[in-house]
């Protein structure tokens, strides 16, 4: 089959935010709009963070205070391989006789792919073989702390001068000695629940003048740098010693120019997240919350709902010729799927990447229900159909091929067609509201899917 490690080759329009055309295998269908949707024009929610290597789970806040990264596992430095904890025995004076040695368990860090060790760069080994590894310290921190917590006063202060310059757009006319000699204060309160009048009209800076002023000294350029050493140009470089960009650009703290300087960096987390459709706000998929499993609570592929079109032979095209291209359809529903494909008229805003004409078969395909048991079955009888033989090449179970004639408009390049894929679906989704008359048989609707195939290069 030419196209079932080459999903690429047939592509779905959706209409989004954007119009995106993508292989049916990476988009989703939500059940509720009944409507394509791609990575593009659905929200992504963040649900829980973990550890690829220990698979410990962690909530947001615990992940963000340990900047997303695990506190027990850690990277190479040379190949970004996980590092496994070793251990050997070391010779260790006794406490109460120091001129006698006995073997004492000592752990270190050592790489299994590139053989890198934490001995390379000297640092310690530990007695317990979890935790306590000697991190460098970067000398900028208190510098970037003191700039993050500056920016973030500053931040508050715009966001409480806008809320001051909303309210006083929204001010009453009435002031408040008035209101409140009156009594009118606790009657407006009652029409505003949530927030006083009191400090409604008390809304100022004051709260973030009572914090402590914080002030930096900004950055300042030295006339003098230190110079280079004397043997600089003239000392052989030995390239295993010098650091690579990569390895330089993982640790943007310090940029080790040397291998002598590397030192282990913490895992990064990995996210499972769960996919919500932007209109009606349903989710379209949504994983199991334990780090351990693959499993989904929601998985809304578009392959589970769509009929899928692949290309399954090709003939050599030529330039004004007519070629007769065998495709596949296949049914990922349970029932009966009726199909008509129509082609594209011209000036159509969707084919904007055609380079052939494609004439299309004029009657209706029907694709029988998918069976997970009926390849099985050896005594179960074929249904009748009536094909077309000229239409219909052949037919196995939810999967038929049919023949579509093509004729390339242009003397060189790829050759692409597109056509309209109308189809009937029946919605099996749980509905919002339950009809009165009991369960009445789902209706069914059709839905129109513009479909790009890509063909290749005309034949010499």
């Given at each position: 089959m030419a196209s079932l490690l080459q999903p690429e080759r047939v592509l779905y329009l959706v209409r989004g935010e954007k119009k995106i055309r993508s292989p049916l295998s990476q988009l989703y269908f939500c059940r509720y709009c009944?409507?394509?949707?791609?990575?593009?024009?659905?929200?992504?929610?963040?649900?829980?963070?973990?550890?690829?290597?220990?698979?410990?789970?962690?909530?947001?806040?615990e992940a963000k205070l340990k900047k997303n990264r695990c506190a027990n596992c850690f990277d190479c430095p040379c190949c970004m391989h996980t590092l496994s904890t070793r251990a050997t025995n070391i010779p260790a004076p006794l406490p109460d006789?120091?001129?006698?040695?006995?073997?004492?368990?000592?752990?270190?860090?050592?790489?299994?792919?590139?053989?890198?060790?934490?001995?390379?760069?000297?640092?310690?080994?530990?007695?317990?073989?979890?935790?306590?590894?000697?991190?460098?310290?970067?000398?900028?921190?208190?510098?970037?702390?003191?700039?993050?917590?500056?920016?973030?006063?500053?931040?508050?202060?715009?966001?409480?001068?806008?809320?001051?310059?909303?309210?006083?757009?929204?001010?009453?006319?009435?002031?408040?000695?008035?209101?409140?000699k009156y009594g009118l204060g606790t009657r407006l309160q009652r029409h505003r629940q949530g927030t006083p009048i009191t400090s409604l009209y008390g809304l100022s800076l004051k709260e973030g003048e009572d914090q402590k002023e914080i002030t930096i000294?900004?950055?300042?350029?030295?006339?003098?740098?230190?110079?280079?050493?004397?043997?600089?140009?003239?000392?052989?470089?030995?390239?295993?010693?010098?650091?690579?960009?990569?390895?330089?650009?993982?640790?943007?703290?310090?940029?080790?120019?040397?291998?002598?300087?590397l030192h282990p960096k913490h895992k990064h987390l990995l996210i499972k997240r769960s996919l919500r459709c932007r209109k009606c706000e349903h989710n379209l998929s949504k994983p199991e919350f334990n780090p351990t499993s693959i499993k989904f609570k929601i998985q809304l592929v578009a392959v589970s709902y769509i009929p899928e079109v692949r290309i399954m032979s090709i003939p050599n095209l030529r330039h004004m010729k007519e070629s007769q291209v065998l495709l596949t359809l296949t049914n990922p529903v349970e029932h009966v799927t009726h199909v008509t494909l129509i082609a594209c008229e011209e000036g159509d805003p969707d084919d904007v990447n055609s380079t052939a004409k494609v004439m299309v078969p004029t009657k209706e395909l029907v694709l029988a229900g998918k069976d997970a048991a009926a390849e099985y079955d050896e005594l179960a009888e074929p249904q009748d159909f009536q094909d077309d033989p000229d239409v219909v090449a052949f037919r196995k179970s939810n999967k038929m091929g049919f023949f579509i004639k093509v004729v390339p408009q242009r003397e060189e390049g790829d050759v692409t067609v597109a056509f309209r894929m109308r189809h009937d679906f029946r919605n099996l989704a749980a509905p919002i509201r339950p009809s009165e008359e009991?369960?009445?048989?789902?209706?069914?609707?059709?839905?129109?899917h513009h479909v790009e195939l890509s063909l290749g290069p005309l034949a010499p």
């Amino acid at each position: 089959m030419a196209s079932l490690l080459q999903p690429e080759r047939v592509l779905y329009l959706v209409r989004g935010e954007k119009k995106i055309r993508s292989p049916l295998s990476q988009l989703y269908f939500c059940r509720y709009c009944s409507e394509l949707r791609s990575l593009e024009c659905v929200s992504h929610e963040v649900d829980s963070h973990y550890c690829p290597s220990c698979l410990e789970n962690m909530p947001s806040a615990e992940a963000k205070l340990k900047k997303n990264r695990c506190a027990n596992c850690f990277d190479c430095p040379c190949c970004m391989h996980t590092l496994s904890t070793r251990a050997t025995n070391i010779p260790a004076p006794l406490p109460d006789d120091p001129t006698k040695t006995t073997m004492k368990k000592a752990y270190y860090l050592a790489c299994g792919f590139c053989r890198w060790t934490s001995r390379d760069v000297g640092m310690a080994d530990k007695s317990v073989a979890s935790g306590g590894w000697q991190e460098p310290e970067n000398p900028h921190t208190q510098r970037i702390n003191k700039l993050i917590e500056y920016y973030q006063q500053l931040a508050q202060r715009e966001k409480l001068e806008r809320d001051r310059k909303k309210l006083a757009r929204r001010r009453p006319y009435m002031p408040q000695a008035f209101s409140e000699k009156y009594g009118l204060g606790t009657r407006l309160q009652r029409h505003r629940q949530g927030t006083p009048i009191t400090s409604l009209y008390g809304l100022s800076l004051k709260e973030g003048e009572d914090q402590k002023e914080i002030t930096i000294e900004p950055a300042q350029a030295l006339d003098e740098v230190e110079p280079l050493p004397e043997d600089y140009y003239t000392r052989p470089v030995s390239l295993p010693e010098v650091t690579t960009l990569r390895q330089r650009l993982l640790q943007p703290d310090f940029q080790p120019a040397g291998a002598s300087q590397l030192h282990p960096k913490h895992k990064h987390l990995l996210i499972k997240r769960s996919l919500r459709c932007r209109k009606c706000e349903h989710n379209l998929s949504k994983p199991e919350f334990n780090p351990t499993s693959i499993k989904f609570k929601i998985q809304l592929v578009a392959v589970s709902y769509i009929p899928e079109v692949r290309i399954m032979s090709i003939p050599n095209l030529r330039h004004m010729k007519e070629s007769q291209v065998l495709l596949t359809l296949t049914n990922p529903v349970e029932h009966v799927t009726h199909v008509t494909l129509i082609a594209c008229e011209e000036g159509d805003p969707d084919d904007v990447n055609s380079t052939a004409k494609v004439m299309v078969p004029t009657k209706e395909l029907v694709l029988a229900g998918k069976d997970a048991a009926a390849e099985y079955d050896e005594l179960a009888e074929p249904q009748d159909f009536q094909d077309d033989p000229d239409v219909v090449a052949f037919r196995k179970s939810n999967k038929m091929g049919f023949f579509i004639k093509v004729v390339p408009q242009r003397e060189e390049g790829d050759v692409t067609v597109a056509f309209r894929m109308r189809h009937d679906f029946r919605n099996l989704a749980a509905p919002i509201r339950p009809s009165e008359e009991g369960d009445a048989p789902t209706e069914a609707i059709w839905l129109t899917h513009h479909v790009e195939l890509s063909l290749g290069p005309l034949a010499p």
